[in-house]
């Protein structure tokens, strides 16, 4: 049920639309999982209204599929849809890794170091959550480091395809290890201002996850509970 804020102003369908879509970029409702609007608005203790409503708003994001005559279903998200977000982050983050070493302030290099820190413990303890949260903290430094405005929307737009994304292959992730030193290559490289450097370790990297998930299969792996 929905801890309610009695100072919580906001209205009650945007509650439960922020609610429910944490629960399936978070993985916590899985793809091809049929959504019964009833046994929701019980588990949340609304109506079925403000569900119908978040559902609607929730399949105009792609994040849910409505067939007529069978119902509301999270989406699939298939190993080609992870292969094209990875095609856009790769173009996207070489470039921010690329302005950050050009740009980025001593506050933010001792955060992004501290970050890769935080990301290291988490993999040594197989904190997968903590690990999540990490990976998405050291990027998102390295995107504000940029001073780019423009480019700090086109991530923000990004980012609950990329942490569904991360949700999904840190499930089952064998790459932990590896990716932290590959997160000390960008960091350092941006910490040296070394701005080639830091464009071609961040591609390095976005290269090794699609590498991964094309032969794992991830999101093919993930079967409809249809």
Do not use: W
């Not at 945007?14 to 608005?41: H, N, S, T």
């Not at 302005?99 to 992004?112: D, F, V, Y």
């Amino acid at each position: 049920m929905l801890n309610f804020d009695i100072q919580n102003h906001r209205p009650l369908r945007e509650i439960v639309y922020e609610e429910l879509k944490i629960l399936i970029v978070k993985g916590k409702i899985q793809p091809g999982m049929r959504l019964m609007e009833e046994e929701l608005a019980e588990d949340m203790g609304v109506s079925r209204t403000p569900i119908r409503e978040a559902i609607r708003k929730l399949e105009k994001e792609g994040l849910i599929t409505i067939e007529p005559r069978r119902g509301a279903y999270v989406s699939q998200l298939s190993s080609q849809d992870m292969v094209e977000i990875l095609e856009v982050r790769q173009n996207v983050e070489g470039f921010a890794a690329e302005l950050a070493a050009k740009r980025i302030t001593e506050e933010e290099k001792t955060k992004l170091r501290e970050i890769a820190e935080e990301y290291e413990i988490a993999v040594k303890q197989n904190d997968m959550a903590a690990m999540i949260n990490a990976d998405t903290a050291f990027h998102h430094i390295i995107v504000e480091a940029t001073r780019n405005k423009i480019l700090i929307q086109m991530v923000e737009q990004l980012q609950e395809l990329v942490l569904r994304f991360r949700y999904l292959y840190y499930d089952n992730f064998k790459r932990s290890e590896k990716m932290t030193e590959e997160h000390k290559m960008i960091y350092q490289a941006i910490l040296d201002g070394k701005p080639d450097i830091a464009k071609e370790s961040a591609d390095m990297h976005i290269n090794r996850l699609k590498e991964l998930v094309l032969s794992e299969g991830i999101g093919n792996k993930i079967t409809s509970t249809r």
